[in-house]
């Protein structure tokens, strides 16, 4: 614990400017996806209640669920952390960063729609302990993909340095990736085994 936080504040003084950016994309998100909240069907109510109570407590089987979750999360990690590599890759960065906030906040109010007052408890259950490392890890690959693409910027504008080398830059920054990918199998794992008893749970009662 003495170790992670002094790496913690290391890195947060490090990337200071990409997490505010990145950090501020997305609670507007997650405002957005609040206000978005008012034009919930009750359809979209009675698919929460289902995919809760029936699809994933009955239907799911851990192992080809585990598997399914970490091979999609990774390659959606990939691909964000590829953005990088594009002139365009802060925008799209954002944006990704800005959907997952719309989709976290519309959930949320979904929750309490279908479930009123337990629909907290709900979000505390089943929701952050689903979406709690995956965002930690997009969070962490956007502020590395975003540098990496705004060191590009810099470099075709000419204001980089001479010595500027992009492997240099990719290399510095593999560990914050690694560590990414870690987070996603532990979120794998957490979804299906954790989680679902969690929904158990949730579902019994009243």
Same mark, same amino acid.
């Given at each position: 614990?003495?170790? $992670? ?18 950090? @501020? ?46 091979? %999609? ?16 890759? $802060? ?7 800005? %959907? ?13 729609? %279908? ?29 590395? /993909? %975003? ?14 340095? /001479?010595?500027?080398?992009? @492997? ?15 987070? @996603? ?22």
């Amino acid at each position: 614990m003495k170790t $992670i936080k002094p790496q913690l504040k290391n890195f947060s003084d490090k990337h200071k400017n990409s997490i505010n950016f990145l950090l @501020i994309l997305l609670i507007f998100g997650m405002i957005t996806g609040v206000l978005l909240s008012r034009w919930i069907s009750s359809a979209d109510v009675e698919r929460l209640s289902s995919y809760l109570l029936t699809t994933v407590i009955t239907s799911v089987e851990p192992q080809s669920f585990f598997t399914s979750q970490f091979v %999609t999360n990774i390659l959606f990690m990939l691909a964000v952390f590829f953005l990088g590599f594009s002139l365009a890759g $802060i925008p799209l960065i954002g944006f990704v960063v800005f %959907t997952k906030g719309v989709q976290i906040g519309f959930s949320c109010v979904l929750y309490v729609l %279908t479930y009123q007052l337990k629909g907290v408890l709900g979000i505390l259950l089943t929701l952050i302990p689903q979406i709690l490392f995956d965002l930690i890890a997009l969070f962490l690959v956007s502020v590395i /993909s %975003t540098e990496i693409s705004y060191a590009l910027i810099q470099r075709c504008l000419g204001y980089s340095r /001479s010595d500027f080398s992009l @492997i240099h830059l990719i290399n510095s920054r593999l560990n914050v990736l690694i560590v990414s990918l870690l987070l @996603i199998f532990f979120s794998a794992w957490i979804k299906s085994t954790l989680v679902i008893r969690l929904m158990e749970i949730f579902a019994m009662m009243e």
